[in-house]
């Protein structure tokens, strides 16, 4: 039997497979890199939008105190009403961890690629470690006001019955309940992070405008962000329709809007602090990288 001609044919038609394979990888690659220039790029001019940002805070303003309006008009009964669903776990309770993580890759980028420096990029990244600062200290303070504010309480059958502990750690000892003033601590978070992410990625915009380095790498960083940022807006809005109290969320947001404006609005254009989103890295007239 001659083999010969039929192998050469088989072997002939593996190669067009394998050309066409190639030709599909190129053409996909060129696609998902021209959508990742082009969302990078639009998504640059939102967020470097001035009137956006102001437009900004009455959005996160709105959601908080209107928000919890739509509790009337949701089913109670979806994931999100959960205490327990996936995104309150992984992404709610750890969400200065994810800000930290994709904001400071993104500030890291940002800043080196623009000045070369370590110590500048040491100084826009401690921005990051006043921010923890700041959550921690919040968190803290929220628990002293609901110590303060708090009475102890045991379970009866007939009712709840008050008990004279001094504080929560007599109260946990005795196995009895505290009930006192309780500031959203996720309300707070989730509109100090809404807020620091904003304030951070418009940076991008006068980054592109001086023509600097700006790579896939980079611009999915910047991407990855913006996506983080929507979903922290998402999740705000979910916490303000199933979770806390009114008054809870309402001055949790607004101790977070403040945090922002004794940070990002007034210390951080001081010079002794930490500098500002995009202090002291367009220096140079604008030039293009091609």
Not at 8 to 33: F, M, N, P, Y
Not at 188 to 204: G, I, Q, R
Not at 252 to 281: D, E, I, K, N, R
Request: glycine share 10%; aromatic share 14%.
């Amino acid at each position: 039997m001659e083999r010969g001609p039929v192998v050469g044919a088989g072997l002939g038609a593996r190669a067009r497979i394998r050309t066409l394979l190639g030709c599909l990888v190129k053409v996909l690659l060129w696609v998902a890199s021209a959508l990742l220039y082009f969302g990078s790029e639009q998504a640059a001019r939102l967020l470097g939008s001035p009137c956006l940002r102001r437009l900004y805070h009455a959005w996160l303003a709105a959601v908080v105190i209107f928000g919890p309006l739509l509790q009337f008009h949701v089913n109670p009964r979806t994931i999100f009403a959960s205490h327990g669903n996936f995104f309150n776990i992984k992404f709610v309770n750890s969400a200065w961890g994810w800000t930290c993580t994709f904001l400071g890759g993104f500030v890291l980028l940002v800043v080196f690629l623009a000045t070369r420096r370590v110590a500048v990029t040491a100084r826009h990244l401690s921005r990051l470690v006043v921010g923890a600062a700041v959550w921690r200290g919040a968190g803290r303070a929220f628990l002293l006001i609901e110590d303060l504010t708090g009475s102890c309480f045991e379970p009866l059958p007939q009712g709840l019955l008050l008990h004279e502990l001094p504080d929560r750690r007599s109260r946990l000892a005795a196995g009895h309940q505290w009930r006192g003033y309780t500031v959203s601590s996720h309300t707070f978070l989730l509109t100090f992070c809404c807020l620091l992410m904003a304030e951070e990625a418009a940076v991008f915009a006068k980054y592109l405008a001086h023509g600097l380095p700006a790579g896939a790498p980079l611009r999915l960083v910047f991407l990855l962000n913006v996506l983080l940022l929507g979903l922290w807006n998402f999740l705000l809005l979910c916490t303000v329709i199933y979770f806390h109290q009114y008054t809870h969320k309402v001055v949790g947001a607004a101790v977070g809007t403040f945090a922002w404006y004794l940070t990002y609005g007034s210390w951080y254009h001081q010079p002794w602090s930490p500098g500002s989103p995009g202090h002291g890295l367009f220096t140079h007239p604008s030039r293009k990288h091609n």
